[in-house]
């Protein structure tokens, strides 16, 4: 069964695991914030947070947004998630298109521990 | 025919200026295949595929189906044609309809039934090549008389 991609972390402060992982109405919810996807390659400074904080939304809407950038904060390597949080993204919009996707049997996961 | 909804060409990637934009401008379409407005927005992405896959299996049973009745009026059409004739003899009569709906499957016809059903296509081909030839017949003595 196809399913979103999504990625886990684990808030190791708190002790708490997040899974992370996209819906439309989480992609429309960032384009509100500002976030703008042909600028998230070419300025993830201003972008990147606002993608990560948007992962959130799906699965723990009720998170304080304090919490989650502080949680951005503490990841080393930042950079690293520009693809695989595009790619997530990117699953809402191909599974607009009538035809076979690719089969997502690998899931992306990205842990932390501090 | 071609689904022009959403293209997945390089093109299309480039000018995509919003998620939002694209997911409202689609947002109707999968409802009117039976999404709910809930399902398309908050849950899974890929649901919209498997919700495609069945609208396609839909339009193809329709086709199906159209195909079928086409077929039964064919059928009835075919039958009448002995009386629709100009130049038919007087007496003549139209084939009868088929007392059962055509079998979907093959296997389920009996040996006898198949054999019927040779026999009765044999005789549609034979009256309709007599009936075409008498037509050619009385234009030709039409002719010649003028």
């Known amino acids: 069964m196809k399913k979103s991609k999504q990625i886990t972390i684990t808030d190791t402060k708190n002790n708490i695991e997040y899974t992370l992982e996209y819906n439309r109405e989480a992609l429309a919810q960032m384009e509100s914030w500002g976030f703008n996807y042909n600028e998230f390659i070419e300025k993830p400074a201003t972008m990147l947070p606002l993608a990560f904080r948007g992962a959130f939304y799906k699965n723990h809407s009720k998170s304080k947004i304090a919490d989650i950038d502080e949680l951005f904060e503490s990841i080393e390597d930042r950079k690293g998630l520009i693809p695989v949080l595009a790619d997530m993204m990117n699953d809402c919009y191909q599974s607009l298109i009538n035809g076979d996707g690719e089969e997502n049997e690998k899931k992306a996961t990205w842990k932390i521990v501090e | ?146």
């Not at chain 2, 009026?73 to 007087?90: G, N, R, T």
């Not at chain 2, 296997?107 to 050619?136: C, D, M």
Request: net charge positive; proline share 4%.
């Open chain 2, 1 to 146: 025919m071609e689904d022009s909804r959403i293209s997945d060409t390089s093109k299309d990637k480039e000018k995509l200026s919003s998620f939002t934009a694209v997911f409202e401008e689609q947002c109707p379409f999968f409802m009117s295949i039976g999404m709910t407005y809930e399902e398309y927005w908050r849950k899974d992405c890929w649901l919209t595929q498997y919700y495609l896959k069945a609208y396609n299996i839909k339009k193809e049973q329709e086709n199906e189906k159209m195909w079928l009745q086409g077929l039964y009026i064919y059928e009835a059409l075919c039958d009448v044609s002995p009386i629709m004739q100009p130049f038919s003899k007087k007496g003549t009569k139209p084939h009868k309809y088929p007392e059962k709906p055509y079998s979907l499957y093959e296997k389920n016809k009996t040996q006898k039934e198949k054999e019927e059903e040779i026999v009765q296509e044999r005789e549609k081909a034979y009256n309709f090549f007599k009936s075409w030839a008498n037509r050619v017949k009385n234009n030709m003595e039409i002719k010649e008389r003028k």
